[in-house]
């Protein structure tokens, strides 16, 4: 049996995810199509027929947010972020779902990193929001350092997170401020580092020594300056395209019902980096 399957979205260039689906396909076997969709905002409630004779589909920016008002159900995962990136078309009923909670979560303890205690997480937008939502739904103590200009944002969070979990331990702080102590985790969620500046980090090697495992949701380059360091320093440090994959693995058990190896997931993440350092410089 034949499926279709597609990424929407509005500028497309250089997104990873056909590789990554294909290599998923083929590794159950299966002989799906997956294509890209670039949908001006404008267009998607034109398209909304188009997209429901798909079986299922990824969404990305922007369109994460305006999906919602096209589908006939949420997932807990899409209800808790007001954003959708998975959408299943089984059974006539269009399911929107939130993956990269799950490729986040996934690729953090595929690692050995853990949420439960200690975190600071740099940068508090878009997906530093979600990062921050699961730090707190995990039990951790939380920290969000951010630029002044980006309080209100910060506070914001904050405010969710507490209606959340309203017994959560969260504070935050300039990142001048960062607080002089031990953190278990340390997650990136800011663009500094990524290509073509290369050169930058978020923080200093201070904080980065105060951490036993680091996290940066930038994949390109394939080791931002943060993770050199990190490393440098002994610590375990993961970049961002295994939330990537990982967050594909999770919409192929929502399509397929299928399941992988951590193996195979890792294979996949490292022919990635491959793509990356061959096909984006």
């Known amino acids: 049996m034949s499926r279709k399957y597609a990424l929407i979205g509005d500028k497309l260039g250089h997104t990873l995810s056909p590789?990554?689906?294909?290599?998923?396909?083929?590794?159950?076997?299966?002989?799906?199509?997956?294509?890209?969709?670039?949908?001006?905002?404008?267009?998607?409630?034109?398209?909304?027929?188009?997209?429901?004779?798909l079986a299922g589909y990824n969404v990305t920016i922007p369109h994460k947010p305006a999906i919602i008002a096209q589908l006939d159900k949420l997932?807990?995962?899409?209800q808790r972020y007001g954003a959708v990136n998975c959408v299943d078309n089984k059974c006539g009923v269009s399911v929107g779902y939130n993956t990269d909670c799950d490729g986040f979560l996934r690729s953090v303890k595929s690692s050995g990193g853990k949420l439960s205690g200690s975190t600071l997480l740099l940068g508090a937008g878009g997906v530093?929001?979600?990062?921050?939502?699961?730090?707190?739904?995990?039990g951790g103590k939380l920290t969000m350092?951010?630029?002044?200009?980006?309080k209100p944002q910060a506070e914001k969070v904050r405010a969710?997170?507490?209606?959340?979990?309203?017994?959560?331990?969260?504070?935050?702080?300039?990142?001048?401020a960062i607080p002089d102590e031990h953190f278990d985790t340390l997650i990136n969620a800011t663009p500094v580092g990524m290509y073509p500046k290369c050169?930058?980090?978020?923080?200093?090697?201070?904080?980065?020594?105060r951490a036993d495992f680091v996290f940066d949701a930038i994949y390109n380059p394939k080791e931002t300056l943060l993770i050199q360091k990190a490393k440098a320093l002994g610590k375990t440090?993961?970049?961002?395209?295994?939330?990537?994959?990982?967050?594909?693995?999770?919409?192929?058990?929502i399509w397929?019902?299928?399941?992988?190896?951590?193996?195979?997931?890792?294979?996949?993440?490292?022919?990635?980096?491959?793509?990356?350092?061959?096909?984006?410089?």
């Open 19 to 53: 590789p990554i689906h294909k290599r998923l396909f083929e590794l159950k076997g299966r002989e799906f199509s997956y294509e890209l969709l670039e949908i001006d905002p404008s267009e998607l409630d034109a398209k909304k027929t188009q997209l429901r004779e």
């Open 75 to 78: 997932d807990d995962s899409a």
């Open 128 to 138: 530093g929001r979600m990062m921050a939502i699961e730090t707190a739904l995990a």
């Open 145 to 150: 350092a951010v630029l002044e200009d980006f």
């Open 160 to 176: 969710d997170i507490l209606e959340k979990v309203p017994d959560a331990d969260v504070r935050i702080v300039g990142f001048d």
């Open 199 to 209: 050169d930058a980090c978020a923080v200093g090697d201070d904080v980065i020594a």
């Open 237 to 253: 440090a993961v970049g961002g395209m295994a939330m990537l994959v990982w967050q594909a693995v999770s919409a192929h058990e």
């Open 256 to 281: 397929d019902g299928d399941s992988y190896a951590d193996e195979d997931v890792q294979a996949i993440i490292d022919e990635m980096y491959e793509r990356v350092e061959r096909d984006f410089k």
